[in-house]
């Protein structure tokens, strides 16, 4: 078959003339192909004694690639089938024979080039380590191609990285001993805006200069320091020492000044125990931060709230905040969003003027922080548009992101749940004493947000009895904490009851108060036995930026390290499968197809029956489970019946409450004779009395429905809505929780009130029911 002219390149070479160690190049030697009797093609050349000889090959006569397998000379002819016989038509090819000294060693690579991702605009570097006598020259190529002025150790792509970077990188090492060249590795470019600003500080002589952008100013002292990989550089801004970044956006979002934008920081804090201020919007620097590191590693500001998720010190993250004025907040870790914060207002706090400040607090609360990358853009980046920008990868050391927090109290059983970065071996240790003395090994199952949650469920536990814990997480261990088995007998207790707690509060001050306190008031001053919550704990069930900063950080830290609690699911909270979820473990599971987090259940304690009813199975379970559940031997015996659903039948701000609760749920609850039907969704407080049950609506978890109408005036509904008794009620405009007293055969309903900065305002609201006589 015929095939395409092979052009033959003759070759003299000892290469890097001019050093000590190069030996006389062999005087004119010649390389021929032969076409052998076999049919196969054969470069031969001359060789002598005391030389090295390599075959490199080319398209181009440009950019050699030299074959793997050097050849020492002997004295004579050597040669190298280049073309296997048979082969087909193939492109036009050059060879030719470099000869090197054999007295000293070829070059060897100990660390090849690593395959990249990087979003548009920003730079892919690749870099290797050569090992071999110097001096050593490098040129790295793409796709087999020479890239002019790449000739150093590593290489990266600038000034802007876009799509028509990708390809395959490597590098051809020489010495006077031979050549070798790199593995490919293949650069990936995801489309994505393009930063207006980026920054580095991979030069040390001038640790201030762009990338593009504008020239960074510094006030105080830098210094420079090492980066996160191979080649990176760092710059060390101290306790005393800010930047000013230029950025040079226009106004937008609809204002004034910059409304939209996004910071990316790849950071490292060395230690953390006090707040860290990350940057400032005040270019005069004489406001608080707008971003802090607090004392324990969790990112944000009391306006927008703090992550769940917290950094670690010593270790290198990438820290992306984005701003949407009116809309955004978002935090974001490694690409994993980690808080969907309380916006700011149009041209607000967080709008940006011509200056920001990176580093800057006006009061000083600063520790030392190390940047290797700084960059900012002039829209608000998506959740999509974070990703691609990627991260640091995990260490391999497991932290403690959630600590341990009790669900499902049983008489001889209760659960305990926590959350690790890494999919480690966790146990629970317990007993009677802080002794422990029992070992129970873990569950872990991963939660969908790059976290792990594990989970023990302790049984033959006995009644009534306070028992010693602590968690082992590969190897650390959390502090002593206790738990109570609920009681086998009709004793007095309490419960604290809640809803929606889901998001940002009222208090500009501080977006988590007055929820935190009326939570700490719970557990903490009114000491309950536990706690149920009506639903809608996190504006998205499904969102880790939602459920971290106001699920985990709110009921799970500050009630569940307490006291068990139990959920009536709401609407926010999302249907089965949801992230937020997955974080509890309810009696739900004991209804055979149903989840530890999913579906309407009921249980007892201490001589009274709670029912808890799903928002997303309610309409199929009130008509067939919940009635059979409230004439069960357990309700029927109870002194008590307690139920929760998170949408009220009857309610005056804003709706008129769900018309088919009236119908189909309220009379199984009369004929029942239940004692009280709590819900939320209505965030404010209403309660009346009807035919023998007591309604509460109390959704003051969060933000109250301060700008919604009255839009039905109910009867029965005596306090809060339409009924202004007492005024400081404010019409059931009060941020609030439910405390139920069981004492005997009385059961006293009390309504604790909260000013928005977390102080107490009172108990507003109080009223008494007396157990139903036995049947």
Same mark, same amino acid.
């Given at each position: 078959m015929p095939t395409r002219p092979i052009l033959l390149l003759v070759a003299v070479a000892v290469l890097f003339a001019g050093t000590a160690a190069v030996a006389t190049p062999p005087s004119g030697f010649v390389a021929t192909l032969r076409q052998e009797a076999s049919g196969e093609l054969t470069l031969r050349w001359p060789s002598e004694t005391g030389m090295r000889y390599f075959i490199e090959t080319a398209g181009d006569l440009k950019s050699w690639t030299p074959l793997p397998d050097g050849f020492v000379g002997t004295g004579t002819e050597l040669g190298k089938v280049v073309r296997p016989a048979a082969t087909e038509s193939m492109d036009r090819q050059f060879w030719r024979v470099s000869a090197f000294s054999s007295a000293s060693a070829a070059p060897i690579l100990t660390t090849q080039p690593v395959a990249q991702t990087v979003a548009a605009g920003w730079p892919a570097t690749f870099s290797i380590v050569a090992a071999g006598p110097g001096p050593l020259t490098y040129q790295w190529r793409k796709d087999g191609v020479d890239l002019p002025g790449a000739t150093g150790s590593s290489y990266t792509t600038l000034p802007l990285t876009s799509p028509a970077d990708a390809g395959a990188y490597s590098v051809v090492v020489r010495n006077v001993g031979g050549v070798i060249v790199s593995e490919a590795a293949p650069l990936a470019v995801l489309p994505n805006p393009i930063p207006v600003g980026l920054w580095t500080f991979d030069n040390p002589a001038d640790l201030l200069a762009p990338l593009y952008g504008n020239r960074l100013a510094a006030f105080g002292a830098t210094a420079a320091a090492v980066g996160p990989a191979l080649g990176d550089g760092a710059i060390i801004l101290g306790p005393t020492t800010h930047l000013g970044l230029d950025h040079g956006i226009a106004a937008n979002g609809g204002g004034t000044t910059v409304n939209q934008w996004t910071m990316v920081m790849d950071l490292r804090v060395p230690a953390l125990g006090a707040f860290n201020s990350l940057f400032q919007t005040n270019p005069a620097n004489t406001d608080d931060g707008d971003c802090f590191l607090n004392a324990a590693g969790n990112v944000g500001v009391g306006l927008a709230g703090y992550s769940a998720p917290s950094l670690k010190g010593g270790r290198w993250y990438r820290l992306v905040v984005a701003v949407d004025n009116a809309h955004r907040y978002d935090v974001y870790l490694d690409g994993q969003n980690v808080l969907r914060g309380q916006s700011g207002v149009l041209d607000g706090r967080f709008a940006l003027l011509s200056r920001l400040l990176v580093g800057a607090d006006e009061d000083g609360e600063r520790m030392e922080v190390d940047l290797a990358t700084l960059a900012i853009y002039g829209q608000a980046l998506s959740d999509a548009e974070v990703a691609a920008l990627g991260g640091f990868a995990a260490d391999s050391s497991s932290s403690f992101l959630t600590l341990p927090y009790l669900q499902n109290v049983k008489t001889d059983a209760i659960t305990i749940m926590w959350e690790t970065d890494l999919p480690v071996a966790d146990s629970v240790e317990y007993g009677t004493s802080a002794a422990y003395g029992t070992v129970r090994g873990a569950v872990n199952a991963a939660s969908g947000a790059n976290t792990t949650i594990h989970k023990v469920v302790l049984t033959d536990l006995q009644p009534g009895t306070t028992y010693h814990y602590?968690?082992?997480?590969?190897?650390?261990?959390?502090?002593?904490?206790?738990?109570?088995?609920?009681?086998?007998?009709?004793?007095?207790?309490?419960?604290?009851?809640?809803?929606?707690?889901?998001?940002?509060?009222?208090?500009?001050?501080?977006?988590?108060?007055?929820? $935190?306190?009326?939570?700490?008031?719970?557990? #903490?001053?009114?000491?309950?036995?536990?706690?149920?919550?009506?639903?809608?704990?996190?504006?998205?069930?499904?969102?880790?930026? /939602?459920?971290?900063? /106001?699920?985990? #950080?709110?009921?799970?830290?500050?009630?569940?390290?307490?006291v068990p609690f139990f959920v009536a699911w709401g609407n926010h909270d999302g249907d089965r499968g949801s992230l937020i979820r997955k974080y509890t473990d309810l009696p739900s599971k004991d209804r055979g197809a149903h989840d530890p987090g999913y579906g309407s259940y009921s249980f007892d304690y201490a001589g009274c029956h709670f029912i808890c009813i799903d928002y997303y199975t309610a309409r199929a379970d009130v008509v067939g489970w919940v009635r059979d559940? +409230?004439?069960?031997?357990?309700?029927?015996?109870?002194?008590?019946?307690?139920?929760?659903?998170?949408?009220?039948?009857?309610?005056?701000?804003?709706?008129?409450?769900?018309?088919?609760?009236?119908?189909?749920?309220?009379?199984?609850?009369?004929?029942?004779?239940?004692?009280?039907?709590?819900?939320?969704?209505?965030?404010?407080?209403?309660? =009346?009395?009807?035919?023998?049950?007591?309604?509460?609506?109390? =959704?003051?978890?969060?933000?109250?429905?301060?700008?919604?109408? +009255?839009?039905?005036?109910?009867?029965?509904?005596?306090?809060?809505?339409?009924? $202004?008794?007492?005024?400081?009620? $404010?019409?059931?405009l009060v941020n609030e929780y439910v405390k139920v007293e069981v004492a005997g055969d009385t059961c006293t309903v009390r309504m604790k009130a909260f000013n928005l900065d977390g102080s107490f305002l009172g108990e507003l609201d109080t009223f008494q029911i007396t157990a139903r006589p036995a049947p």
């Open positions: 602590r968690v082992n997480s590969g190897g650390q261990y959390t502090t002593d904490q206790t738990f109570r088995t609920a009681p086998a007998t009709a004793v007095d207790f309490s419960f604290g009851v809640w809803g929606d707690s889901q998001g940002a509060t009222d208090n500009p001050a501080d977006r988590n108060e007055p929820t $935190n306190s009326f939570m700490r008031h719970m557990v #903490e001053t009114e000491h309950v036995d536990l706690a149920v919550t009506t639903g809608d704990l996190a504006e998205s069930g499904y969102d880790a930026g /939602y459920v971290w900063p /106001y699920f985990i #950080e709110r009921p799970v830290r500050i009630v569940g390290e307490h559940d +409230l004439q069960s031997p357990s309700a029927k015996a109870a002194r008590f019946i307690f139920a929760f659903i998170h949408t009220p039948p009857w309610c005056e701000r804003w709706y008129a409450g769900d018309g088919w609760l009236g119908t189909d749920l309220v009379p199984y609850l009369e004929q029942a004779g239940a004692a009280v039907l709590f819900s939320g969704h209505m965030h404010a407080y209403e309660r =009346g009395i009807r035919n023998g049950v007591a309604y509460v609506t109390n =959704g003051g978890g969060s933000w109250l429905d301060t700008g919604e109408p +009255l839009v039905h005036d109910w009867p029965h509904i005596t306090v809060g809505g339409y009924s $202004n008794v007492p005024s400081a009620i $404010n019409h059931g």
